[in-house]
């Protein structure tokens, strides 16, 4: 039998999650996918997948098997690739998300000067301060801020940020400059709602940590309106520190507690666990990555 057929076809079906959906991908007959799946299994000795009418899972064995037939592919790609990419220019639809503020500070710049060098390619950037599926979205390329709990997505660091607090110069002259992280417990505080944290800030310091609970006046799910309730002088707020930059230097907000801040926050290319990546998801990859680590170190 066709030995990289019958790999390509049991990884489809893998990442699609049914026979219908893997013959879909591969413009093959449901009758060929079985079959080829079958004889598979029959030349191995052993079976793969466990089928019933409404489930598809893997097996111990088939879950090794599809990671080994991953590699396998993605070398064969790769050297191929090798030979083709210098003549080949990327083309067709990239779909990319980021969050807000980043998307627009860092990204959206950075896809602009792509396309100008790429007009073969199309470009649609998805801007949200929400984890999104990016097989079920149709997404090629996130940028994700924080830890990544999803271990079936191939991450690319890009480098880090800080969370910082802030308050106006204004609210400042009234309350004081904090020095310890505890007296933010009785001021009034503004929460951007796209943080993790809550209500209950950590700070850190020469190895001791302190978790502060803070009096949340004010919250907003859009990071442009949190920032602005802070410029106000409605209380202290908890943002990234790309995210208050442009204020901090314009003098509308202030940095307080540096010394505290916590450990900081990974920045992260992702995209889906296939070896198998396109040309224009390499090609864009390849040019933004130093890029945005550049930016990110800044």
């Known amino acids: 039998m066709d030995k990289l057929k019958a790999m390509t076809v049991l990884v489809n079906i893998v990442d699609a999650g049914s026979l219908t959906g893997a013959a879909e991908r591969l413009d093959m007959s449901l009758t060929a996918v079985v079959r080829t799946l079958a004889g598979l299994e029959e030349t191995l000795g052993v079976r793969l997948l466990n089928r019933t009418t409404r489930r598809l899972s893997v097996t111990d064995e088939g879950r090794d098997y599809v990671e080994r037939c991953r590699r396998l592919l993605g070398d064969l790609n790769d050297m191929e690739s090798a030979l083709t990419d210098r003549r080949m220019r990327p083309s067709g639809r990239l779909a990319i998300t980021a969050p807000v503020m980043f998307g627009r500070l860092h990204v959206a710049p950075l896809v602009t000067d792509f396309l100008v060098g790429h007009p073969e390619m199309r470009i649609e950037l998805l801007l949200l301060d929400r984890v999104i599926d990016l097989l079920e979205e149709g997404i090629d390329l996130a940028i994700r801020i924080g830890p990544l709990p999803d271990s079936s997505l191939i991450g ?66 859009q990071v442009d309106v949190a920032l602005e309730a802070c410029s106000k002088g409605l209380g202290y707020g908890r943002f990234l520190a790309y995210q208050v930059s442009a204020a901090v230097a314009a003098g509308e907000l202030v940095r307080v507690l540096d010394d505290w801040a916590p450990p900081p926050v990974p920045v992260t290319l992702v995209h889906a666990q296939n070896r198998l990546l396109s040309p224009r998801i390499r090609a864009f990859t390849d040019w933004a990555v130093p890029r945005l680590r550049g930016r990110l170190s800044a």
Do not use: Y
């Not at 480098?159 to 204004?170: D, E, F, K, L």
């Not at 943080?195 to 803070?214: C, S, T």
């Open 156 to 221: 690319i660091p890009l480098g880090t940020t800080q969370r910082v607090v802030c308050a106006s110069p204004a609210f400042l002259e009234r309350h004081g400059r904090p020095q310890q992280p505890e007296a933010l417990t009785a001021a009034p505080a503004v929460r951007f709602a796209g943080l993790p944290d809550g209500n209950d800030w950590i700070f850190e310091h020469a190895g001791e940590r302190r978790h502060v609970q803070v009096r949340e006046t004010f919250a907003a799910n």
